[in-house]
């Protein structure tokens, strides 16, 4: 199998980081290099990357998003968020907000693009990730531009943690197979 395939095969969500070993600074530049090499409508590469390392700030972040979720009707969310211990993040030491150029013709989808260009890079380096979609509520809200320091004219639209997974590889949550329809 050659090495891309075996990368994406691979690739898990990581729920469990080495809080003490951050990603170095050669590593993320790799990473989020490989982000930008994503295709994206009209060649607009209509993002913006906010990697955010300070320890204080993502406690805060992680603290708000279980504010949120605390007064959640839903009771899995509510549950998370009134648990002392739950971290949205899994305590990541680095996480990368991802933001889209207002106007762009698919900066959503050109964003999703660089995510996966992304994970499977930091998989590639030893370095796990995962969607944090439980920061979508930290996301929308009114305080979040500013604490991310969010330039004007791009709207922060997802955050994806990254670090060296702690404990066992877990295997792959079997995947559907019926799934395809061959038209030929
Ligand atoms: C849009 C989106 C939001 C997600 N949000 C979360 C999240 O908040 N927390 C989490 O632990 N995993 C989250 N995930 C990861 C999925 O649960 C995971 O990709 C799925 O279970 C398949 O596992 P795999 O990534 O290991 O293949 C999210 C994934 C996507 C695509």
Redesign the pocket.
């Known amino acids: 199998m050659n090495d891309v395939i075996k990368t994406i095969r691979e ?3 990581v ?1 469990a980081y080495d809080t003490a070993q951050q990603i170095s600074d050669g590593d993320l530049s790799l990473i989020l290099e490989a982000g930008t090499y994503a295709p994206t409508a009209h060649n607009e590469q209509p993002w913006y990357f906010t990697v955010v390392q300070n320890k204080e700030l993502l406690e805060k972040i992680n603290l708000k998003a279980n504010a949120v979720m605390a007064k959640s009707d839903n009771e899995w969310l509510h549950s998370l968020g009134t648990n002392p211990d739950f971290r ?1 993040t ?1 305590s990541a030491p680095t996480v990368v907000f991802i933001s889209g150029r207002d106007g762009a013709m698919a900066a959503q989808t050109d964003c999703a693009l660089a995510i996966m260009n992304m994970m499977n890079a930091a998989w590639s380096l030893g370095i796990g990730s ?6 979508w509520p930290y996301i929308s809200s009114a305080d979040a531009p500013a604490e991310l320091q969010i330039p004007e004219g791009f709207k922060l639209f ?1 955050a994806i943690a990254f670090g060296y997974p702690a404990g066992p590889k ?1 295997p ?2 079997p995947r559907k197979t019926d799934v395809v329809t061959y038209i030929r």
């Open positions: 690739r898990r969500s729920r949205a899994y995962v969607f944090v979609g439980l920061l997802h877990l792959a949550p």
